[in-house]
């Protein structure tokens, strides 16, 4: 865990609190249907967490999963995350697929505005 600080134009940062993953049981995101940055980490102790937002949590979350993935091959448990945002086959989990995401918000309101335009007789 690192703290963060500003000192006039300087970012100081320091190192509080090291965790190995090895040691990590589970991730409990807290709330899958809501839109919150907090989450918990479980190690021999609980850990409650707060994220700058709610895609960061997921981004780490998917970070730490790959990490396991590579490494440790373990059982590990993410709980309460939504399932479509944590897998990397999902068009809505990258943030470097947002381009699709948005190409698509873009088609249905082209679609919404067609159709607001036309006449039925």
Same mark, same amino acid.
């Given at each position: 865990?690192?703290?963060?600080?500003?000192?006039?134009?300087?970012?100081?940062?320091?190192?509080?609190?090291?965790?190995?993953?090895?040691?990590?049981?589970?991730?409990?995101?807290?709330?899958?249907?809501?839109? /919150?940055?907090? &989450?918990?980490?479980?190690?021999?102790?609980?850990? /409650?967490?707060?994220?700058?937002?709610?895609?960061?949590?997921?981004?780490?979350?998917?970070?730490?999963?790959?990490?396991?993935?590579?490494?440790?091959?373990?059982?590990?448990?993410?709980?309460?995350?939504?399932?479509?945002?944590? /897998?990397?086959?999902?068009?809505? #989990? #990258?943030?470097?697929?947002? &381009?699709?995401?948005?190409?698509?918000?873009? &088609?249905?309101?082209?679609?919404?505005?067609?159709? #607001?335009?036309?006449?039925? #007789?």
């Amino acid at each position: 865990m690192v703290k963060h600080w500003r000192v006039d134009r300087e970012e100081k940062y320091e190192i509080v609190e090291k965790w190995f993953l090895k040691d990590l049981e589970m991730i409990d995101g807290k709330e899958a249907d809501a839109d /919150n940055p907090y &989450f918990d980490m479980h190690f021999h102790k609980v850990y /409650n967490m707060e994220a700058y937002s709610c895609a960061s949590k997921y981004t780490f979350a998917r970070t730490l999963n790959k990490l396991n993935a590579m490494y440790l091959k373990k059982d590990f448990k993410i709980v309460n995350f939504d399932d479509t945002y944590l /897998n990397d086959d999902s068009i809505w #989990s #990258s943030s470097n697929r947002d &381009f699709l995401v948005l190409m698509r918000v873009c &088609f249905y309101a082209s679609n919404l505005l067609c159709l #607001s335009l036309c006449r039925f #007789s």
